[in-house]
T-cell receptor
């Protein structure tokens, strides 16, 4: 069974641009969550999608958005990039999105904003 | 407020020595507690989790953790560390029908030969 796949692995953008990151969950998983990891702030929850609906959202500005498709694949978008958006963006999936389920993480997309 | 504190930013142990990584949490409801490990350039891998029942939980790679409600702690232990255990370790708390987890800032473990 393939794991959680995130593309691209690395991304370099300049301030003001926008970026779209992709996440393919494990087959059969309906819940996808996104986390931002930075050296200063650590791991912070961005949002969670379940069956194409956003179920939970963290404390990030509206420049950060996401969506989930009918095949459970998810994308997150960051508009008007800022230097502080440089981070490792991790996607995680689980079958039903309950806390007592095992969460499977992808290897992440490393975003650098210049 | 919900939070997780990992007081030790960096720990160095000798190979074969025992290990204890500390984790304290603040959570309004019954917490679900987790320990994850992250190797450089990789995602997170679940080591173990606690939901209820026996307060001593066993995980993968020989790790265990003990939940102490009175101390709001969930410390990770391993009796004998291997060089391959060098990584960053994260404690997390969550609850309910959601995958939202609150993570600690992590403890970076170095293993000396």
């Amino acid at each position: 069974k393939a794991g959680v796949t995130q593309t691209p692995r690395y991304l370099i953008k300049t301030r003001g641009q926008q970026v779209t990151l992709s996440c393919s969950p494990i087959s059969g998983h309906r819940s996808v969550s996104w986390y931002q990891q930075t050296p200063g702030q650590g791991l912070q929850f961005l949002f969670e999608y379940f069956s194409e609906t956003q179920r939970n959202k963290g404390n990030f500005p509206g420049r950060f958005s996401g969506r989930q498709f009918s095949n459970s694949r998810s994308e997150m978008n960051v508009s008007t990039l800022e230097l502080g958006d440089s981070a490792l963006y991790l996607c995680a999936s689980s079958a039903q999105g309950a806390t007592n389920e095992k969460l499977f993480f992808g290897s992440g997309t490393q975003l650098s904003v210049l | 407020a919900q939070s997780v504190t990992q007081p030790d930013i960096h720990i160095t142990v000798s190979e074969g020595a025992s290990l204890e990584l500390r984790c304290n949490y603040s959570y309004g409801a019954t917490p679900y507690l987790f320990w994850y490990v992250q190797s450089p350039g990789q995602g997170l891998q679940l080591l173990l989790k606690y939901f209820s029942g026996d307060t001593l939980v066993q995980g993968i790679k020989g790790f265990e953790a003990e939940f102490k409600r009175s101390q709001s702690s969930f410390n990770l232990r391993k009796p004998s560390v291997h060089w391959s255990d060098a990584a960053e370790y994260f404690c997390a708390v969550g609850g309910g029908a959601t995958n939202k987890l609150i993570f600690g800032t992590g403890t970076l473990l170095a293993v000396q030969p």
